[in-house]
């Protein structure tokens, strides 16, 4: 007659430690893992105050319905060196007379803000000088000329880097 022996195996707490391990350790992997995603790819703070934007609004809407009504359009450009931001009426012609600024800085963080005094050039032409560094930058667009004319245009540059030689 033979004996049979069965070996069970115990749940012990080296078990339960593994997975336990394995379970947390997992999960903060993947949150790491999303963390670091969502801070690459965070676009901005829109506002600092949600509240006090929200009181302003109804300004902002007339103040945009009645630059819309004035049918201003623009184009804004950075090459080697130098912004240059084109105003022209809905006829196509160029728009002159206007103090320009430009408030620009970084897509993610406030380190890079600043704040560049447009002159005119030629007709409905503004440019100035400024050293942006590649990637991606966010410039709000601020003219005003006489007869209470005001153009605010935001704008994405993306500044490549520059090719070697």
């Known amino acids: 007659m033979s004996e049979s022996h069965t070996v069970s195996k115990q749940f012990t707490g080296k078990h339960m430690l593994l997975i336990v391990l394995g379970f947390f350790g ?12 969502a ?13 006090v934007a929200s009181q302003n609004f109804n300004k902002r809407l007339e103040r945009a319905e009645r630059q819309q009504r004035l049918g201003i359009t623009s184009t804004l450009k950075y090459h080697d060196g130098i912004l240059k931001l084109t105003l022209q009426h809905k006829e196509g012609t160029p728009f002159s007379g206007l103090n320009a600024k430009i408030k620009i800085g970084r897509t993610i963080h406030e380190n890079a ?3 560049i ?3 005119e050039e030629t007709t409905g032409i503004y440019g100035a000088n ?26 994405r540059l993306l500044v490549k880097e520059p090719k070697s030689k």
Not at 134 to 146: I, N, S
């Open 39 to 51: 801070l690459g790819s965070w676009t901005g703070l829109v506002v600092k105050n949600s509240y």
């Open 130 to 155: 400024s050293v942006l560094a590649p990637g991606l930058w966010q410039a709000e667009v601020l003219a005003k000329g006489r007869q209470n004319v005001t153009y605010r245009q935001t704008f």
């Open 117 to 119: 005094i447009l002159k």
């Open 26 to 37: 997992a999960i903060i992997i993947a949150n790491a893992i999303l963390a670091y995603f």
């Open 113 to 115: 803000d600043s704040t």
